[in-house]
């Protein structure tokens, strides 16, 4: 990738350059986070619908279900009626026929064994002929019951089929306009690339974030230099307060006052090499809609600047970062990452220079 870039590069005349470098002034005005959350918001609203049309397709495919469950059981209830009513009818005659008939009468009579046997008999018959109006009855209870919950469960499957139609349409719109989004996004990406190419063939590309780099190492140099300095004038003054045996009083404050010195350096250097604190980290600016743009601090997120993106760290800090052995200077210019527990998310420069990929933990302590 950086040799095409390079050759890119060698392609363009003078003229060029400076028209891109005007179009990456106004490109890079406008804030990445905004395209992309733009973006985002889009994209989840589609995946939103998504989730709604699905839901509307299940409900319709559940109520489907309990229709042809109500069907089914209907039908048994049909196939059994037919037999039903002939068993009942055929008892309604016998029990008729046996009432209507004195013959049969005299005759149960005189085959009982006393006049009790003949009125069980009777019941027999009156019961069994009951039995049978009750199950029928109580069929035709059941297969009304079942055809209203028919109609209900038809009436539930008309209004979950309309709302799978709505919300197919939704899904639909959604999904134009995410996709419109990302071909948009993928556009100003490239106007943004270009932009940053013809920064980088001006050489003044991440300029604000190698300024707070390089102004973080000079202060650490300086701080070194001033506890060698701190050191060399505390060896001076005991030495002095030494060789002075009539100047004991002032060799002690010599003394005492090149110990103060030593505090002093000795406090820098523990501020230097601070223990780290270790936290939540993922990266971001790769296939996101973030690389090209403009961070909360007003750089720009590039493939060699080393920004990262913090919550409430003040912007323009240089923090120190160690994983897995490795460990970059990184200046916070953004803010973020507001998924999970994460504290920090690396620009692209940064994560690779650590090894760093997705989510991790890494180890940070504040340089200045």
Request: charged share 20%.
């Amino acid at each position: 990738m950086t040799a095409n870039k390079g050759a890119r590069r060698g392609m363009r005349a003078a003229g060029a350059i400076g028209a891109a470098t005007a179009l990456a002034l106004s490109l890079w005005s406008v804030p990445a986070t905004a395209h992309a959350a733009d973006l985002e918001s889009l994209q989840n609203a589609a995946i939103k619908a998504g989730e709604d049309y699905q839901a509307a397709v299940d409900k319709s495919n559940e109520l489907q279900g309990k229709i042809d469950e109500n069907d089914q059981r209907i039908s048994e209830l049909e196939a059994q009626l037919p037999e039903q009513k002939q068993k009942a009818a055929a008892a309604i005659r016998s029990h008729y026929k046996f009432q209507q008939d004195q013959a049969n009468l005299i005759s149960l009579l005189l085959t009982s064994d006393s006049f009790s046997e003949f009125l069980s008999t009777a019941q027999y018959f009156t019961t069994i002929t009951s039995s049978n109006l009750d199950e029928i009855e109580q069929l035709d209870s059941m297969e009304k019951e079942l055809e209203q919950t028919k109609q209900d469960l038809e009436s539930e499957k008309a209004a979950a089929d309309a709302q799978v139609s709505v919300t197919q349409q939704a899904k639909e719109e959604a999904d134009q306009t995410a996709s419109a989004a990302e071909e948009k996004a993928k556009e100003d990406q490239a106007a943004k690339q270009a932009a940053y190419e013809a920064a980088v063939a001006q050489g003044t590309q991440d300029s604000d974030t190698n300024a707070a780099l390089q102004a973080a190492a000079s202060k650490s140099a300086d701080t070194s230099s001033d506890s060698s300095s701190s050191s060399s004038s505390t060896s001076t003054s005991s030495g002095n307060g030494s060789s002075s045996s009539s100047s004991s009083s002032k060799g002690s404050s010599s003394s005492s006052s090149g110990s103060s010195s030593k505090g002093s350096g000795s406090s820098s250097s523990s501020s230097s090499s601070a223990s780290y604190k270790y936290v939540q980290a993922s990266m971001y600016g790769e296939g996101d809609g973030f690389m090209y743009g403009t961070t909360a601090s007003g750089d720009t997120v590039t493939p060699t600047s080393m920004g990262v993106a913090m919550k409430t760290m003040p912007l323009g800090t240089v923090i120190e970062i160690t994983y897995n052995g490795r460990t970059v200077r990184a200046v916070v210019n953004d803010r973020g990452p507001y998924a999970g527990n994460r504290q920090i998310d690396l620009q692209p420069a940064v994560a690779h220079a650590l090894g760093f990929d997705g989510v991790g933990t890494v180890g940070y302590r504040v340089v200045s």
